[in-house]
């Protein structure tokens, strides 16, 4: 029992070991002169999608972060816009929301592809009405028109 409790302790330090080591890597300054932010580069460190995009559960915007959660890695004053593109954009005029899309249990890859292994994000499904019809008819999903569209808008 005690070599076990000793081996877990031993675990217990090394894992923080490997997160010491990995946020002294991370530790430089990023600033205005900075590329866009990678998720590819990213992908090693392994966070989930909500550690940033805080919404993209539970509430309709999936959101984005603010420089205060690069800084967890990153000390240091970054200047460039957050986002510095969109790729994902609908019309005001259609409801969306990531929230009843999780609650579906559909997942960020069906939607957004291998976020992880694309350093510049690419528009991986439409965003035009036929891409949304299309899954909602393969899912037995809604397709009444007042669902995406109010009415008088
Ligand atoms: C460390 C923070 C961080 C993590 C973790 C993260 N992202 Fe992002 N994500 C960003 C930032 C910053 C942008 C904006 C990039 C830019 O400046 O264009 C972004 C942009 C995006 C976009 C493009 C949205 C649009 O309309 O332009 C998608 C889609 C996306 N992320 C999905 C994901 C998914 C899926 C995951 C998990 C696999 C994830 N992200 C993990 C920070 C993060
Ligand atoms: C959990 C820690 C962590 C967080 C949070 C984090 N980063 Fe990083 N970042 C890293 C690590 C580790 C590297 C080095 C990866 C490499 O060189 O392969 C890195 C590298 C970078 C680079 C250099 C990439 C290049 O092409 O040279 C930039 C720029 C950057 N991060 C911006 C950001 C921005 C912007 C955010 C917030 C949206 C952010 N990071 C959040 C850990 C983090
Ligand atoms: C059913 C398809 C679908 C799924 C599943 C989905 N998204 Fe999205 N995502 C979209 C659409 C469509 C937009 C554009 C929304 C808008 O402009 O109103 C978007 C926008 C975004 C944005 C841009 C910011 C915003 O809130 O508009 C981010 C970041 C994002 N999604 C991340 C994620 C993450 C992370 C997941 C998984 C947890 C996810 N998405 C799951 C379709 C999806
Ligand atoms: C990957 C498949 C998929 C894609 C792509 C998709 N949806 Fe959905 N959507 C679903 C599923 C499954 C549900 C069912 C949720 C439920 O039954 O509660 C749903 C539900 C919805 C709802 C709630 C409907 C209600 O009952 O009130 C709206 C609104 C919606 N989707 C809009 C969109 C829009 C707009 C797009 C395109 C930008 C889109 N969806 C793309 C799978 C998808
Ligand atoms: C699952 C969601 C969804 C449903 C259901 C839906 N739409 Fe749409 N609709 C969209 C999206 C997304 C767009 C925006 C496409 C774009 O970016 O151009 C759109 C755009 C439109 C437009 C603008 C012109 C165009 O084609 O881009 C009209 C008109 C329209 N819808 C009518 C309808 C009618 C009528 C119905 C019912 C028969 C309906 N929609 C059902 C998602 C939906």
Redesign the pocket.
Known sequence: MDRLNRLRDRLKTMRAGLVFLLLICATRTVSAADPVFSHQRHAGVNLSCTFCHKGAAEKERAGFPAWATCRTCHPGKGETAIPSERIYR?PDF????HA??A??K?VCT??HGEVKTQARITLH?S?KMA??VD??K??Q??QACT??HELGQ
Do not use: K, M, N
Request: charged share 20%; proline share 0%.
């Open positions: 609908l259609v409801f969306f929301s009843r899309h609650a579906a559909a069906d939607c499904r965003t891409a949304c899954c909602h393969e899912r999903a809604t669902a995406c």
